[in-house]
């Protein structure tokens, strides 16, 4: 049973930066389609991005697009976010996801990921 494990979280001023990671464990890392969501209260939970296997493909939510990048490190199993820019909409609890290993295609839908996380909290005061 794969487990997902956050972390970076934290609070920052509104044009601050903040890296999350998300350690992949009990499971083979490369057959994972990965992705970050968040939630903010009273909110449905939102896309934030997503990595292919290999770490070359990516794809973020319009709101992120050109201010956080996802990343993968093999040596250590673990998906990064790095946010820069960072605006009082972006607070929420950030989740990574995993498809089905073995699954190659991205998806910005929650309902394709299988295990999750347990969050880590952003919070961005103006």
């Known amino acids: 049973q794969v487990h997902l494990v956050e972390s970076g979280g934290g609070l920052v001023q509104a044009g601050g930066s903040l890296r999350l990671s998300c350690e992949l464990s009990g499971g083979t890392f490369s057959r994972y389609v990965m992705a970050w969501f968040r939630q903010a209260p009273g909110k449905e939970r939102e896309f934030v991005a997503t990595?292919?296997?290999?770490?070359?493909?990516?794809d973020y939510g319009d709101s992120v697009k050109g201010r956080f990048t996802v990343s993968k490190d093999y040596a250590t199993n673990t998906m990064s976010l790095q946010m820069t820019n960072l605006k009082p909409e972006d607070t929420a609890l950030y989740y990574c996801?995993?498809?089905?290993?073995?699954?190659?295609?991205?998806?910005?839908?929650?309902?394709?990921?299988?295990?999750w996380g347990q969050g880590t909290q952003v919070t961005v005061s103006s």
């Open positions: 996801a995993v498809r089905m290993p073995g699954i190659t295609n991205l998806s910005a839908r929650s309902a394709d990921y299988y295990s």
């Open positions: 990595i292919s296997r290999s770490g070359i493909d990516t």
